[in-house]
């Protein structure tokens, strides 16, 4: 069974930091990519940050340079780090592993449960 189990949300004033964690059980993690997406309330869900197998991020360009994500293959995790939070920043987080798929292993796409953000002015 596939699970992705999120925490580290909560309630943080603006320009305060938090960080988020994602573990991952049920899937081989070393080949799969991460990424983090949040929904706002009335809005459609949008990718914060992804880290591929190799190595490579994307952000976001509304959290580049806030935000940092990082993965620890031995833990099965992935991190999002978000420093200098905005009120904007406020959103339901949810963690994201994806496989492309190859000749060996079909294609994958899972998702956490979400971990809420709220970011207070």
């Known amino acids: 069974q596939v699970q992705l189990v999120e925490s580290g949300g909560g309630l943080v004033q603006a320009g305060g930091s938090l960080r988020l964690s994602c573990t991952v059980s049920g899937i081989p993690f070393a080949i799969t990519s991460m990424g983090w997406y949040r929904q706002a309330p009335g809005k459609q869900r949008e990718l914060v940050a992804v880290?591929?197998?190799?190595?490579?991020?994307n952000y976001d360009e509304s959290v580049k340079g806030r935000f940092t994500i990082s993965r620890d293959n031995a833990k099965n995790a992935v991190y999002l780090q978000m420093n200098s939070l905005k009120p904007e920043d406020t959103a339901v987080y949810y963690c994201n592993a994806f496989y492309d798929g190859s000749s060996y292993r079909p294609p994958y796409d899972h998702w956490g449960q979400g971990t809420q953000v709220t970011v207070s002015s």
């Open positions: 880290r591929t197998t190799g190595g490579n991020t």
